[in-house]
């Protein structure tokens, strides 16, 4: 019964996470707001991970799973920045961009959950990863102007629906032998964020970043090559009408 409800129990750690965020970021205490939501991408990890492993999978799971990203990664991710940034924003475009990000969550989601994706990629940015940049850009507001963590909130809600591809790093197994490690991993991981809230989520925001520039970069050379093709196709189609 417990090996059945591992994975679950992850996810909820998962749900769990984001709600102890929302709350300690309303109690000015952003910094350890945006680690709960990095341990919750540990946790998300993990779930998926496990359960394919002890091959546990279900649709139960792949639902609670959803539900769960779209409050730790979405929503909690949101007020994070919604707090630390757009309070002195004009009250209605706070709330729409604060809105926008997990409503483009959602959408990621229920897309993932219904339309069959390319073998080693994710269509879109994956939530988990969107959060881990939000959360973590929020810890920079002092260095960052306004302006530009508005543009960066929504840069990353389109990403999330854009149909970019990212590589998809879930599918690396866990040995059915080492997933009894995995709590004291976690553990260790919640421990080591709250010793060191602050440096460990600006060192983490790195990674992130690049992860969520990969797509755009990937979106901008897509955008070339179809202008390069038109092109190629208009002078193609001079040529052939074109009297000798």
Same mark, same amino acid.
């Not at 970069?217 to 179809?226: D, S, Y």
């Given at each position: 019964?417990?090996t059945?409800?591992?994975?679950?129990l992850?996810t909820?750690g998962?749900?769990?996470?984001?709600?102890?965020?929302?709350?300690?970021?309303?109690?000015?205490?952003?910094?350890?707001?945006?680690?709960?939501?990095?341990?919750?991408?540990?946790?998300? /990890?993990?779930?998926?991970?496990?359960?394919?492993?002890?091959?546990?999978?279900?649709?139960?799971?792949?639902?609670?799973?959803?539900?769960?990203?779209?409050?730790?990664?979405?929503?909690a991710?949101?007020?994070?920045?919604?707090v630390?940034a757009?309070?002195?924003?004009?009250?209605?475009?706070?709330?729409?961009?604060?809105?926008?990000f997990?409503?483009?969550?959602a959408?990621?989601?229920?897309r993932f959950n219904?339309?069959?994706?390319?073998? /080693?990629?994710?269509? /879109?940015?994956?939530?988990?990863?969107?959060?881990?940049v939000?959360?973590?850009?929020?810890?920079?507001?002092?260095?960052?102007?306004?302006?530009?963590?508005?543009?960066?909130?929504?840069?990353?809600?389109?990403?999330?629906?854009s149909?970019?591809?990212?590589?998809?790093?879930?599918?690396?197994?866990?040995?059915?032998?080492?997933?009894?490690i995995?709590?004291?991993?976690?553990?260790i991981?919640?421990?080591?964020?709250?010793?060191?809230?602050?440096?460990?989520?600006k060192?983490?925001?790195?990674?992130?970043?690049?992860?969520?520039?990969?797509?755009l970069?990937?979106n901008?050379?897509?955008?070339?090559?179809?202008?390069?093709?038109?092109?190629?196709?208009?002078?193609e189609?001079k040529?052939?009408?074109?009297?000798?």
């Amino acid at each position: 019964m417990l090996t059945k409800s591992l994975p679950n129990l992850f996810t909820v750690g998962n749900l769990f996470l984001g709600i102890i965020s929302i709350i300690l970021v309303f109690n000015n205490k952003p910094e350890l707001a945006a680690i709960m939501v990095i341990v919750a991408m540990l946790l998300d /990890g993990l779930d998926g991970s496990v359960a394919r492993a002890l091959n546990v999978q279900s649709e139960f799971g792949k639902e609670l799973d959803s539900l769960s990203d779209v409050i730790s990664f979405g929503v909690a991710p949101a007020f994070i920045m919604y707090v630390v940034a757009f309070t002195e924003l004009n009250a209605a475009a706070a709330w729409i961009v604060t809105a926008i990000f997990p409503i483009c969550g959602a959408l990621r989601l229920a897309r993932f959950n219904v339309v069959a994706g390319t073998p /080693g990629y994710f269509i /879109g940015l994956p939530i988990p990863a969107a959060g881990g940049v939000l959360c973590t850009l929020a810890l920079f507001q002092k260095e960052l102007n306004t302006f530009v963590l508005v543009l960066s909130t929504l840069l990353l809600s389109y990403l999330m629906v854009s149909t970019v591809k990212y590589p998809n790093f879930k599918k690396i197994g866990i040995p059915k032998a080492a997933i009894w490690i995995t709590p004291i991993v976690v553990v260790i991981a919640v421990v080591v964020a709250v010793q060191f809230p602050g440096t460990l989520s600006k060192m983490i925001f790195v990674p992130l970043l690049l992860y969520a520039l990969y797509g755009l970069k990937k979106n901008v050379e897509r955008l070339f090559t179809r202008r390069k093709r038109k092109n190629k196709s208009i002078d193609e189609v001079k040529s052939e009408t074109t009297p000798l």
